[in-house]
T-cell receptor, first 119, second 111 residues
Framework: AQKITQTQPGMFVQEKEAVTLDCTYD???????LFWYKQPSSGEMIFLIY??????QNATEGRYSLNFQKARKSANLVISASQLGDSAMYFC????????????????FGTGTRLTIIP | NAGVTQTPKFQVLKTGQSMTLQCAQD?????MYWYRQDPGMGLRLIYY???????DKGEVPNGYNVSRLNKREFSLRLESAAPSQTSVYFC??????????FGAGTRLSVL
């Protein structure tokens, strides 16, 4: 079974609208972390936001927020007031297990969603 | 403010040739990783190093070797390149929260 599932291969959204990118995950470990990364056409991977499984509140970073629904095992990324520069691939990823002092837990990535913002 | 630096950015090899991809980080992170990215498959872990002097296999280690030269540097070696190793390779290092920061990537073509 896929550990991270991103069901939207591509999305087109009008500029200034809000966007929700879907991510569901599968783990039996009670300790885990969820991450979102952005990959623009230039190719680099840019960290956006992190949510720990025990975090009580949804994570937010500027225009990015993570809609964390633990019972549904979903961790959707919400981008408010989309901009042309938001056009990119977006990847959801998961770390299973507690964070150790060495931070050596591996990440599992989804296949990504290509977001295109239309002017 | 370099972060994670990968060299080279592009490389073309013939089948059977060898090469080493270099990665260095200046953030004093303990753990470092090598991934490959293929179309439609996201990132897959090749090898990782939890700390200086240790390395472990990831999901797709066959055909690769790694060296953790010191805390800053983690290299990936292809001993005998194959067309199936055509990919984009990313190096990453991680903070204590396991937030991974990536290099700019190496685009490798094996003919």
């Amino acid at each position: 079974a896929q550990k991270i599932t991103q069901t939207q291969p591509g999305m087109f959204v009008q500029e200034k609208e809000a966007v929700t990118l879907d991510c569901t995950y599968d783990t039996s470990d009670p300790s885990y972390g969820l991450f979102w990364y952005k990959q623009p056409s230039s190719g680099e991977m840019i960290f956006l936001i992190y949510q720990g499984s025990y975090d009580q509140q949804n994570a937010t970073e500027g225009r990015y927020s993570l809609n964390f629904q633990k019972a549904r095992k979903s961790a959707n990324l919400v981008i408010s007031a989309s901009q042309l520069g938001d056009s990119a691939m977006y990847f959801c990823a998961m770390r299973e297990g507690r964070v150790s002092n060495f931070g050596n837990e591996k990440l599992t990535f989804g296949t990504g969603t290509r977001l295109t913002i239309i002017p | 403010n370099a972060g994670v630096t990968q060299t080279p950015k592009f490389q073309v090899l013939k089948t059977g040739q060898s090469m080493t991809l270099q990665c260095a980080q200046d953030m004093n992170h303990n753990s470092m990783y090598w991934y490959r990215q293929d179309p439609g498959m996201g990132l897959r872990l090749i090898y990782y190093s939890a700390s200086e002097g240790t390395t472990d296999k990831g999901e797709v280690p066959n055909g690769y070797n790694v060296s953790r030269l010191n805390k800053r540097e983690f290299s990936l070696r292809l001993e005998s390149a194959a067309p199936s190793q055509t990919s984009v390779y990313f190096c990453a290092s991680t903070t204590s929260l396991n937030i991974q920061y990536f290099g700019a990537g190496t685009r490798l073509s094996v003919l």
